[in-house]
């Protein structure tokens, strides 16, 4: 596949670390956890490799655009109405959960509305642009950050404060039955390959997807899953991480850089995050703009050759952005991310159902 | 069509006409020329004409040659002969230093023109310490002699075309057939010919009028006067435009990292040049992220700062009476003023401008209080940083992306730095010049991997 | 296109006008006008109605470090029911907003360490801005005292309490390091108890002694370890080196200088016998100081006295510790990390661990007899 391929899934693989997925997890820490992250990462695994080989053989073409062509219409219309609503969901948990943490860590006197401002005004350019420009942007950023991320994960791994015995105490509660909120929660990281219904339009050539390629999203899957759950125990212990509200806040938090310029970690933590959130709630909501510009298209705003249908969509998105984010406290927040997990499912499930309804379709 | 009279010559209506369009001008000269039988005419303006090649070229023979079919037959055999245009562009022909030759009713157009401005220029913008020390001259065909005697390739292409301003200038397109992406190539002819601008006087404002967006403020071009650039670029695929009477080029379409790169680069050894590059880069993000990074961390979040520092950095503060953003502002502006003041004065002076400003000011600033020690350090910071970037055009363009970037930061903080930061880089990916994506990460087939698509 | 510029423009002055508007915004405050906390420290009230006293060490900046003779520090103290209520309440006390960024120690009383810690700790880690690397210790004779020591050799913007715990000063093994996230993780483990260090301030004010350090359990009276059990728990709990090691026999009498320590052990749970713990450790080292003339041949010898030596030092420890129902090794963690889990993993344990016997391999290796002979 090709390299954009992959950071749509790194985006997201990387992106769960700062949505309320590990907390979920660790709250089941007790319970099937482990199990859960091992379901989740096969069944992950499994998704992508039949998502990527579906859109493979569609090369240049999105989901909107099959859809169209090869299913009646009251099919594809609430399947693509669905999904966007599910995409712009997925970017406002990303947005929330970090303005909520750059008002608690990074600039706690500040108002809620000026965090959300700084972040929108240039999410909703980004959000706007060519898609093009969108996976052209997420490759600077994840050059830009990646290093710094990698830094900051070897800094973690090597610390000596890092105590692997909570590691394996919380490896050994793997004799625990799986559950579906822990299980939803970790399967969110690997929602990254469903991107492809919009960015597939940019891939014209027909890719390799094989075996090897497979190995190295796994691979990659595995250890940034491992990272989140298991890391966090290892700094924060076992019997009292069901308290934290953000764990890897605290867990970076615990990273001293003796040397450093700066020496708390969790300052390095926040700006990389930042940006990989950014990147995120790009990606999710250019998505979720380009779906329902595919289904609602206003003839009526055009102004100067223009059609401005998805400049109303991203107005209507902060709109709704801000208000959530202004309303919901922070318990709500996991009970609904919880429920938006719980439904991802539904979201695989009728994907899966469109690709069989295509590919039939395609055949007659 | 004209009549003729023994005794007193009589010059052809045309000529009449002409010479009627361009007085009262005083260098108008109307010469006819006769002997015995023999007679010709001369038109032309006197301050743009070589008189000495006129008469070696013109005159003389003339006068030496047997008949005026001999001396017809001479003419046409001239290396200075140019086509003949039309009537309506004639006079611009003129003015240009061509010649009006009439020899038994038939015209012939000599280029026999003067350019006083031919002389190769020292580099200057660009220097640079390895590589060619001469830049271009004010004079088009010296200049496409620089590159031809350069580049010794058929496939390098040359077109003129003149603009239809009220300078008439002569522009010439540079391009390497073999390389050259012809959809780029097409989009300037295609821009070219729109163009509709009532004067251009140099490249650098005839690069203005080539993008379309009024309000920009990333350069859609490189100027430079460097042969060895204008070279580099050609193999590189690139345009060339050269504009008669400047001694810059334009090359497009551009990308980001084009603004990085000085000649230099070229003339080192692998690691040495790696390392001035990647030099180059943390200026360019010192350059405008350095004065937001300072009030975002002073004023919001000063945990983010060794302990030390920080109460080195509140102890340096103590006393200054504006908030850092208007501390920083004031020395912005300070050192803008002394950039501008020391690229206006003359060069004598201009060292001392510096040095009043730099040194004195500087310490009398902190000694009064009126900013922090550490304050001093960023600034100074901030504008060496400034002058690394190698192609002027975007530094400018970052001095004021770093003021966007400190008015962001003012205002949201750390978060609001690293906002800023990323957005000023979407903005670059989103842009275009000439069709060709602004600011990408370069890699091997990676049309192949991800088609554009324009929405 | 144009609209892209347009949209610019417009962003642009918005960005201007909200500049304006918001500037002088709640959460802009320049970096003069804040006071930097270095060291907080808590004592029990001195008054009976009130539980704690509070006391904040502020470094004040100066204008010139390098002018400037000593180290200049302002200390707020405020007496109140809870910790938060009295932080309150001295932000009252100063014309500076505090700010909890850089509060790098936090000192508490040896006397409130036997009191519920669950309930004073919640403040620290519940406040974000407060960092999880800051440095734990107990204090003796009392927080305040601690914090209000200003030694000789401290300079000004440098905080002589740090440079003990933070490596790039003194570093000795003598002195525990426990960060705040540490003493929270490993106070509330199971299997695992925290190590704090004690601060003993001198009479004069003049002094900060560190060389003891307190095994904390809840609702338990630390137990102190002396100034050589620190040492020797420091060294094969986290492998610190530096130090030196007497040993004696017979007549003869080494001091052993030891940089290398590796420790590792196993619980072994067998059927019949009684659980017990496979202790290794490895050490390499010279020898610093001899009451003899020695043989360089001789040093297997040496090795082995040491060896020998050792083992008894170490399963010393290591049974005071047991007598104590302490357990800062992390036997238990380390029998619950790595056996199943179960309902009765932990009660099992609790049963097992006053029981269980101490095998203990010390193996020095002398690599030299130092610079003579």
Redo the contacts between chains.
Sequence with gaps: MNRFFYYLILVNLITNIITPVPRILLQESKNGAVTSLIIAFIVGLFLTYVVATFFNKFPGKGLPELLKEYTPKWFSYPTLFYMSIMWYVAGLLTLITFTFLLLRYLTPQMSIYIVLTSFLLIAAYGVLMKTRSVLDSTEIILFLFIPIIVFLLIEAYRSPELNWDFVKVAMMHVNHLPGYNAFTASLYAFIGVANLVIFNRNFSMKQKFGLKQLMLIGATGAFILFTTYFIPIGFIGFDSIKDIIYPWISTTDSIRMRLGVIERVIYLFLISFLAIALASVIIHWHIAVQLFGSIIHIKRLNWKEKNLTHYLFVIIFLIVGVKLTTYLTEYQLIRYSIFFFNTLPILYALLLISMVAVKRGAKS | MTKKSQGEPTPPDLMVELAGKLKPSSDVQQIPLQIEEKQAFLLYLKTVVDGLQLQNIVIKPFFELSSERHFEAYVNSLPNKVKMPAKEELLIELTKGNVLLVIQDRFVLLDLRKVNSDTVLQTTIEPTIHGPQLALSESLETNINLIRQRYHDSSLKIETMQLSDQSHRSIAILYDEKVVKKSILKAVKKKLNQLDTPLVQSSGDFQLYLTDKKFTLFPNTIITERPDRIIYNLTGGKVVLLVDGSPHSIVLPVVFFDFLVSMEDVYHAFWIAKLTILLRYIALVICITLPGLYVAVTSYSPEVFRTELALTVAGSRIGVPYPSFIEVLFMLVFIELLTEASIRLPKAISATATTVGGLILGTAVTEAALASNIMIIVVSLVAISTFVIPVNEMSYSMRISRLFLLGYASLFGLAGVILGFLGIIIYLVNRESFGEPYLRIVAKNREEEAKGDNK | ?????K???I??V???C??GI??T????????K?A?V?GIGIDPGEDDDEKYKVTLKI?I?????KQAKGPTYSYLSYEGETIGESIRMLETHIDKTL?F??A?ILVINEKLLSDDLGQFMDYF?RR??L???AWVAAGRPSAEQVLKTEPETES????AL?NFF???GTESPYITTT?L??F???F???G?DSVLPLVEASENGKELIINNSLVVKDKQDPLELTPVETKDYNSLA?GMVGFSYKVKHGDLTLLLNIDTVKMNYKIITEQGSPPRVDMNVKMIGIIGESSTDLAFKNLKKYNEYASKAMEKKVVKLLTILQENELDPF?FG??Y???????KNTISKWNSMYPNLEFDVTVDVELKSTGAIE
């Design positions: 296109m144009s609209t892209l510029s949209r610019k423009r962003f642009l918005i960005i201007v909200i500049t918001f500037q915004g709640c959460a802009f405050k320049d970096i003069n804040r930097f270095a470094a900046p100066i204008g010139s470090l700010e960024g850089h790098k880690t974000g801005d960092q999880l690397i000004p913007a440098s905080v740090f933070d490596d790039s960060f996230f540490q929270r993780r490993d509330f483990a199971i695992l986290s992390g963690l380390r619950r990390a790595t056996r199943l889990s179960n």
